[in-house]
T-cell receptor, first 114, second 111 residues
Framework: EPEVTQTPSHQVTQMGQEVILRCVPI?????FYWYRQILGQKVEFLVS????????KSEIFDDQFSVERPDGSNFTLKIRSTKLEDSAMYFC????????????FGPGTRLLVL | QQQVKQSPQSLIVQKGGISIINCAYE??????FPWYQQFPGKGPALLIA?????SEKKEGRFTISFNKSAKQFSLHIMDSQPGDSATYFC??????????FGSGTRLLVRP
């Protein structure tokens, strides 16, 4: 069964450093999303991406965040200058054209900012 | 208005019992309501979903009941098993296709 994959599974970084979280969506999907989950809290939408541009972003997704689809398979989330409060689990999700409503989530990247 | 309220926060059920988790929303533009199951250290996995033109959907031991007029929906897990122990999130999709999640319910099914 096709699945969304994410790397790395864990990342520890110093405050102020840049991090790039990587995702490989399901191969024939065209809609991509990033969500985050602070420990013990609910999953929150960050950004959606379609046709090489951002469709929508939340208020969390400020100028420190960016997304990119550098090639035909990867989808990345970059945090330019990490803050302590960026520590969270980051989930990538993708959905297809035939059933766009079903979003399939990856296993997540746990980011810890020290 | 973009919130989805979920209760209870945690639930303990005996094996074989029925687990019931409730969600409520305000935004009548929401048009798709999935439930996700999450095990520790894993991503949310789609369990079952419903559209607002249907009042009930059943898949195996899992049933969603949907009350459009009350703007509420619930997940029922029949014959709950220890393997069902996980965190369950309800969600609602808005017009831009993003999912708004509830706060989650941690379910523990005792053997």
């Amino acid at each position: 069964e096709p699945e969304v994959t994410q790397t790395p599974s864990h990342q520890v970084t110093q405050m102020g450093q840049e991090v790039i979280l990587r995702c490989v969506p399901i191969s024939n999907h065209l809609y991509f999303y990033w969500y985050r989950q602070i420990l013990g809290q609910k999953v929150e939408f960050l950004v959606s991406f379609y046709n090489n541009e951002i469709s929508e972003k939340s208020e969390i997704f400020d100028d420190q965040f960016s997304v990119e689809r550098p090639d035909g398979s990867n989808f990345t989330l970059k945090i330019r200058s990490t803050k302590l409060e960026d520590s969270a689990m980051y989930f990538c999700a993708s959905s297809g054209t035939a059933s766009r409503e079903t979003q399939y989530f990856g296993p997540g990247t746990r980011l810890l900012v020290l | 208005q973009q919130q989805v309220k979920q209760s209870p926060q945690s639930l303990i059920v005996q094996k074989g019992g029925i687990s019931i988790i409730n969600c409520a929303y305000e935004n009548t533009a929401f048009d798709y309501f999935p439930w996700y199951q999450q095990f520790p250290g894993k991503g949310p996995a789609l369990l079952i979903a419903i559209r607002p033109d249907v009042s009930e959907k059943k898949e195996g031991r899992f049933t969603i009941s949907f009350n459009k007029s009350a703007k509420q929906f619930s997940l029922h897990i029949m014959d709950s098993q220890p393997g069902d122990s996980a965190t369950y999130f309800c969600a609602a999709r808005d017009s831009s296709y993003k999912l708004i999640f509830g706060s989650g319910t941690r379910l523990l099914v005792r053997p």
